[in-house]
């Protein structure tokens, strides 16, 4: 017996990383699993082809479960609404969708093409509306359906030269919340991830010195793709679905809830607030209360867990 007996659950990028963790453990927790992957390379250049969705497939067919591959992208909403019906007629329901799919086109700002921008948020920023549009009147419908969509730290936090992800990634925060709110009258639910794992899009980053050198070896070494499929697997259970909008961060065996945007600090003037009196007052009496410009490693300085 597994918590997802009976489920059918897609999951995207499912032929690397955590995508794959995540189909694999669904499959290994009853699930019957449709594994999309594009087979693309990390920056999206190249469309692959079907070879990683269908060894991931096959990988869990081998070990007794259910799966078929899909190999188109999640940009194109017609493609994601084929992985629904896809899902519907071979195995008679979709119950969840996991969506890690994602690629990186890393940059300083000021030197940012249009086309790596716009690159980036195609794929995660309206992928994930895509995903999440394509299902949600069935869920609705059915009165059962979880999204396990994946943010980041770059957007939570910050992370340099990433500004094109972190923006994407901000955004699926934002439409998870409302996919969250507006569904859980119908038990439909919208929670995200920001993981820290070994992918191959950690193994991308640049080493410049010997700090940075320890501290790519510590995420290789002490935060695996595993550790975080085993949350977004347990978000489609049955007896997870009190779990709603929330924000969620894995990093080796810590599992970390995330706070959401709330006030902190107000200041109030009778006579109302002009520009000079903003600077000489107003500022100065929230400042002790501004977020820092430190990047995620001042968030997470310690060694995963």
């Known amino acids: 017996m597994g918590i997802l007996d009976g489920k059918v659950i897609?999951?995207?990028?499912?032929?690397n990383g955590i995508g794959r963790e995540c189909a694999l453990m669904a499959a290994a927790n009853g699930a019957k699993v449709v594994v999309n992957d594009l087979g693309g390379s990390l920056t999206g250049d190249d469309a692959g082809g079907a070879g990683p969705a269908e060894t991931v497939a096959n990988e869990i067919i081998a070990a007794g479960?259910?799966?078929v591959f899909n190999s188109e992208s999640v940009t194109d909403l017609g493609a994601v609404e084929d992985m629904v019906t896809q899902a519907k007629?071979?195995?008679?329901?979709?119950?969840?969708i996991i969506n890690p799919a994602g690629i990186l086109r890393d940059g300083i700002f000021h030197k940012m093409s249009e086309a790596d921008w716009k690159a980036v948020i195609d794929v995660h920023w309206h992928g994930s509306f895509n995903v999440t549009r394509a299902a949600v009147e069935h869920f609705r419908e059915q009165e059962d359906g979880a999204f396990?969509?994946?943010?980041?730290t770059s957007g939570l936090i910050g992370n340099i030269g990433q500004a094109n992800y972190a923006?994407?990634?901000?955004?699926?925060?934002?439409?998870?919340?409302?996919?969250?709110?507006?569904?859980?009258?119908?038990?439909?639910?919208?929670?995200v991830i920001a993981p820290f794992a070994w992918t191959r899009m950690i193994a991308s980053i640049p080493v410049k010195d010997e700090a940075g050198a320890k501290r790519v070896e510590r995420m290789r070494t002490g935060m695996r793709a595993d550790q975080v499929a085993q949350l977004a697997v347990t978000l489609c259970a049955d007896d997870a679905k009190h779990v709603n909008g929330q924000i969620f961060s894995v990093r080796g065996n810590e599992v970390v809830l995330f706070s959401q945007p709330r006030p902190v600090k107000s200041v109030s003037r009778?006579?109302?607030?002009t520009p000079e009196t903003l600077i000489e007052h107003g500022?100065?009496?929230?400042?002790?209360?501004?977020?820092?410009?430190g990047a995620t490693?001042?968030?997470?300085?310690?060694?995963?867990v």
């Open 10 to 15: 897609l999951v995207t990028g499912g032929g």
């Open 65 to 67: 479960g259910e799966a």
């Open 89 to 96: 007629d071979t195995f008679g329901g979709l119950h969840g």
């Open 148 to 152: 396990v969509l994946f943010t980041s």
């Open 167 to 191: 923006a994407a990634k901000m955004g699926i925060a934002g439409l998870s919340r409302i996919v969250a709110m507006e569904g859980t009258r119908k038990n439909v639910r919208s929670n």
């Open 270 to 273: 009778l006579e109302g607030w």
């Open 283 to 293: 500022f100065g009496a929230m400042e002790g209360s501004f977020t820092d410009l």
């Open 297 to 304: 490693t001042s968030v997470f300085p310690y060694p995963p």
